[in-house]
T-cell receptor, first 115, second 113 residues
Framework: DTEVTQTPKHLVMGMTNKKSLKCEQH?????MYWYKQKAKKPPELMFV???????INESVPSRFSPECPNSSLLNLHLHALQPEDSALYLC??????????????FGPGTRLTVT | SQQGEEDPQALSIQEGENATMNCSYK?????LQWYRQNSGRGLVHLIL?????REKHSGRLRVTLDTSKKSSSLLITASRAADTASYFC?????????????FGKGTLLTVNP
């Protein structure tokens, strides 16, 4: 199974709401990623987890809170977002790097709209 | 700053023609990867080329890497309408932070039937 699943596919939330994005993979990958992608732009790395521990936080505002409850699941908790946070949020996974990168497997993304 | 920069930004061709996209980067890398993204969907990995490789093939795809010029090209031969997508190169920095891939701005390829 080489699939990364993400739920929900679409999410509309107000600026005072709290919501969560979920990501799941069963490929045994121990590196998992969150990316943010605005329209017509490349993906921008937000967070990286390796062995369920946060390895990289790309100076993401605290209104985004990642969580990796186990080796298959990755969550992104959202609170008090701004309209400019509206974007496609992509989850990905890969084998752990051993000095260089491996291919990343991406989920289909969650289209987030903040009103 | 962006590590990878693709050109052209947009490319429109007829079905059956070949499409060539280029990627330039600024610093030494371990690997360079190419991804495809259909509109509003997730990215799909196409090919990974290591810094000690010069050319790699996968089906109708041919990737070259010139580390002296810090550039790579992706050639899609005999294009099909289904190849319509955005194509991104992604690099990891030699000696840089582990796990971080930096994506270029992408080339939007349109294949007209």
């Amino acid at each position: 199974d080489t699939e990364v699943t993400q739920t929900p596919k679409h999410l509309v939330m107000g600026m005072t709401n709290k919501k969560s994005l979920k990501c799941e993979q069963h490929m045994g990958h121990r590196a998992m990623y969150w990316y943010k992608q605005k329209a017509k732009k490349p993906p921008e790395l937000m967070f990286v987890y390796s062995y369920e521990k946060l390895s990289i936080n790309e100076s993401v505002p605290s209104r985004f809170s990642p969580e990796c409850p186990n080796s298959s699941l990755l969550n992104l908790h959202l609170h008090a977002l701004q309209p400019e946070d509206s974007a496609l949020y992509l989850c990905a996974s890969s084998l752990l790097w051993t000095g260089s990168s491996y291919e990343q497997y991406f989920g289909p993304g969650t289209r987030l709209t903040v009103t | 700053s962006q590590q990878g920069e693709e050109d052209p930004q947009a490319l429109s061709i007829q079905e059956g023609e070949n499409a060539t996209m280029n990627c330039s980067y600024k610093t030494s890398i371990n690997n360079l990867q190419w991804y495809r993204q259909n509109s509003g969907r997730g990215l799909v990995h196409l090919i990974l080329i290591r810094s000690n490789e010069r050319e790699k093939h996968s089906g109708r795809l041919r990737v070259t890497l010139d580390t002296s010029k810090k550039s790579s090209s992706l050639l899609i031969t005999a294009s099909r309408a289904a190849d319509t997508a955005s194509y991104f190169c992604a690099t990891d920095l030699s000696g840089g932070s582990n796990y971080k891939l930096t994506f270029g701005k992408g080339t939007l390829l349109t294949v007209n039937p």
